[in-house]
């Protein structure tokens, strides 16, 4: 059982790019399940994800990266327990510390093998020019093995070759990649690079 974490700020493209990962990892005939906060719109998400086969866990309370690490935890022994997929897909709040969820399951002994950051292309200019949501947004950006700019659909070439620099300079060993998640461009990619 192999956990990837999709982590990114709020209205990144999380859930979006888990239903495109989980899609494709799906056909290619692999067992997934996606673990998931309660907040938003995810019930109409889980239910897509049902229709399509793809166990969904629900942790409850709002924030899997403080309080909640022990249910995140329980979460995924149940789910190992119960289903014992062969790739579980996690998607945090958008506020959340990538680092600390991961943290917070390492008791598991289970393979946490990658944290992706989703990086919105068409709002991180006016993201950063927000002290609070910088900070957020940096320490994301800084946990990630793998940098997804997402959203490339939205942006010109310009914007990109910038900003695929200035994410190099603030996080050196990620590998980065670009993607639009809604319109399906770079996730075998993604796959790859994740390596499953
Ligand atoms: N144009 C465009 N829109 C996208 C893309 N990916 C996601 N979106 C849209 O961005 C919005 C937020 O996407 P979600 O997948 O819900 O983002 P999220 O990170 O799960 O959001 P929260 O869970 O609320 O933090 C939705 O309206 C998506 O359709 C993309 O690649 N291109
Ligand atoms: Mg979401």
Do not use: H, W
Not at 45 to 52: N, Q
Not at 80 to 100: C, F, W
């Amino acid at each position: 059982m192999e956990i990837i974490q999709i982590a990114g700020f709020l209205g990144s493209g999380k859930t979006t790019t888990i239903l495109a990962l989980a899609r494709k990892l799906t056909d290619k005939g692999y067992k997934v399940s996606v673990i998931v906060n309660e907040i938003g719109d995810i019930v109409i998400d889980g239910k897509v994800m049902e229709i399509l086969g793809i166990k969904v866990k629900k942790v409850f309370g709002g924030c899997i990266c403080c309080e909640l690490a022990i249910n995140l935890a329980q979460t995924i022994k149940i789910l190992k327990d119960e289903y014992n997929p062969d790739i579980v897909l996690i998607e945090p709040t958008g506020l959340a510390s990538p680092n600390q969820v991961k943290e917070s399951i390492k008791m598991l002994k289970v393979n946490i093998k990658s944290i992706v950051t989703l990086v919105d292309i068409s709002l991180i200019d006016e993201f950063l020019y927000d002290e609070q949501l910088r900070e957020i947004i940096m320490m994301q950006i800084k946990d990630a093995d793998i940098l997804a700019i997402n959203k490339i659909d939205m942006v010109k070439n310009e914007l990109l070759l910038k900003y695929e620099e200035i994410l190099k300079f603030i996080n050196p060993s990620a590998k980065p990649i670009r993607i639009s998640a809604l319109k399906n461009i770079g996730i075998d990619e993604l796959i790859n690079i994740l390596g499953v």
